[in-house]
C-alpha cells in the first residue's frame, strides 16, 4: 500500500465517525417537540426587543488586546522554566520578544484602544 492510500482511508474514516455518530443520535434520540421547546427561551418568559444587540467595536479591541497579553504569559511560563539552560542567548531572546509588545502596547495605548468607554 501506498502512502496516500494511507491517508485516503485515515480521511475517511475521520469522515464517516462524525456523521456516522450524528446519524445514529438523530436515529435514537427521542424527539418531543412541542411550543414552549422551540421558543427562543425555554425560561417561560416571553421574549421581547430584538435578539442580536450591537456592541461597541471598543469592547472587541480590548478583548483581542487582551488576548494578545494572555498568550504572552502563557510563552513566559516554560521560558522561565528553563530558563538556566538557555544562558544570555535565551535572555536576549526573550527581552527582544517583550519589546515587540512593549511596542504594541505603546501604540494601543496611543491609537487609545484601551480607553474604557
Known sequence: MTDG???????????????????????????YPEPSKVSTYESGEVPFGEARVQFHL???????????????????YP????????????????????LILVVGLVYALKKRVLEWM
Open 5 to 31: 492510500l494511507y491517508i485516503l482511508i485515515f480521511l475517511l474514516g475521520g469522515m464517516a465517525f462524525p456523521i456516522g455518530s450524528i446519524l445514529v443520535a438523530r436515529l435514537l434520540s427521542p424527539s
Open 58 to 76: 471598543g469592547y472587541y479591541a480590548y478583548a483581542l488586546v487582551f488576548l494578545i497579553f494572555d498568550i504572552e504569559a502563557i510563552f513566559l
Open 79 to 98: 521560558w522561565a522554566v528553563i530558563y538556566k539552560d538557555l544562558g544570555l542567548f535565551g535572555f536576549v531572546e526573550m527581552l527582544i520578544f517583550i
